[in-house]
């Protein structure tokens, strides 16, 4: 670390900066608006009060308490609202309309867990959230669509898997075609094997809904493909449609 040199016993005394002002601490609730649009982040006690609030909701799942799940379906945070839906799920004691409100809630992340409770909601039309603005929603509801085998919503499903610009909403409406199984999705399907590694994969399972020398081509073609689980799939498959000798 240099030394500081001597100051010369006939050089002008240096001028005293000012100290810098204190850091300014953000407002606390109550203490006036803040200043930017934004809402403040939440405290560590609020945190801990939203941690609490879902798993209370979660644990009347487990406890088979309904008002006590029910109780929590208007939590002002989302993540509450989704872990009592899924605690009503649970019990099988959800209602038409909890689902209808869970599924326009203005929080992705409700709708998305509504679509990923498909299993336990098997009435439910989950089309509509295909035309979702959120892709973490339209990639949740195009499994939702394959987990109902919803037919309504294959047409759709193939816009998708096309041309939808975020790789996991494509990958999710070829796998919800192929668990369909119509014969509308087909050429999405096949048109699919060009597409990324991880999509030609999900493709090349789908193909196992369908049958046809086209279907058989395809997968013949995939033994030269560049990504060895492509290939491994399509071998498997091509073995499956053999049969025993």
Do not use: K, Y
Request: charged share 25%; net charge negative.
């Amino acid at each position: 670390m240099p030394r500081s040199l001597p100051r010369s016993p006939d050089a002008p005394e240096s001028p005293r900066l000012p100290s810098p002002p204190p850091p300014t601490t953000p407002r606390s609730a109550g203490a006036g608006p803040v200043a930017s649009g934004a809402p403040p982040a939440p405290d560590g006690a609020s945190r801990l009060a939203a941690a609490r609030r879902r798993g209370e909701a979660a644990l009347a799942g487990l406890l088979g308490d309904e008002d006590a799940a029910r109780g929590h379906l208007l939590d002002e945070l989302g993540a509450v609202r989704a872990a009592a839906l899924a605690a009503l799920c649970r019990l099988g004691r959800a209602r038409p309309d909890d689902v209808a409100a869970a599924l326009a809630d203005p929080d992705p992340d409700v709708r998305r867990n509504a679509c990923e409770l498909a299993a336990s909601l098997p009435a439910t039309d989950f089309a509509p959230l295909l035309e979702d603005a959120e892709p973490e929603v339209i990639e949740a509801a195009a499994f939702a669509c394959g987990e109902a085998g919803d037919r309504r919503s294959v047409a759709r499903l193939a816009t998708l898997a096309g041309s939808h610009p975020d790789p996991l909403c494509r990958e999710s409406a070829v796998a919800a075609l192929g668990a369909i199984g119509d014969e509308g999705g087909r050429r999405a399907v096949l048109e699919a094997l060009g597409d990324i590694p991880a999509i030609r994969r999900r493709a090349v399972v789908a193909l196992a809904a369908f049958e046809g020398e086209d279907v058989a081509a395809a997968l013949r073609a995939r033994l030269a493909d560049r990504d060895w689980q492509v290939r491994q799939a399509a071998e498997d498959l091509l073995a499956a449609g053999e049969g025993p000798e």
